[in-house]
């Protein structure tokens, strides 16, 4: 499987505000996540009903950048920053790199979130 071009159908699925799909296309049923604020997932359900969680909560999408993506073996980093308006009225404003490390068969087995700012 080639992992360049599974990171880059990602990185565009999820440049599109499609964080739901992504997840649900490219995980691993086993995969797991964690963020740089202590919040985990052990598998790729509790992934998807995190993610359906805080796009529900999104009400307006301001920008969503995509910078760049670097692949190397398995293990893929994509810099991205996320504007969002929140239902709440409260704003997001997320720099980040996803690192993610895949398996043979193109699937996501751990994502992991780290604070680009």
Known sequence: MNIKEQASQM???VSKGAIVEAVQQ???ENATTSDY???VTSNKQQMVEKMEGFAGSIATVNGITHHYTIVDGNVSASEFTFDFT???DSKI???EIIRRLW???GEVI???YFNAN
């Open 11 to 13: 990185d565009a699925i």
């Open 26 to 28: 490219f995980f691993a």
């Open 37 to 39: 604020n202590g919040a």
């Open 86 to 88: 929140m239902k709440d």
């Open 93 to 95: 404003y997320w720099h």
């Open 103 to 105: 398996n043979a068969k």
């Open 110 to 112: 751990q994502e992991e």
